[in-house]
């Protein structure tokens, strides 16, 4: 069969959804028929999602603590300089 050139509706659709599984079905020409394997993969990116929100998380807090530093920094300058 030969390649096709051109990218459908539904290929961009897939590949929005996930682009690895769209890899995998395109490329790789892989099928789910076993449904154990769509519940792990069903598992797979639920562990990552949660994965993704704790990395958010952390970043957020990251932020927050450097914030808090830089200004608790500021305040010890300005005392040490006489100026507070």
Do not use: E
């Amino acid at each position: 069969m030969a390649r096709k050139d051109w990218v459908t509706a539904s290929d961009i659709g897939s590949y929005a959804y996930c682009p690895r599984r769209f890899w995998l079905q395109s490329v790789k020409r892989v099928r789910t028929g076993d449904g154990r394997v769509l519940a792990a993969g069903v598992r797979n990116h639920h562990r990552h999602g949660v994965r993704y929100d704790w990395q958010l998380r952390l970043r957020r807090a990251a932020r927050w603590v450097l914030a808090a530093s830089v200004l608790i920094a500021a305040i010890a300058l300005a005392a040490a300089m006489g100026v507070l």
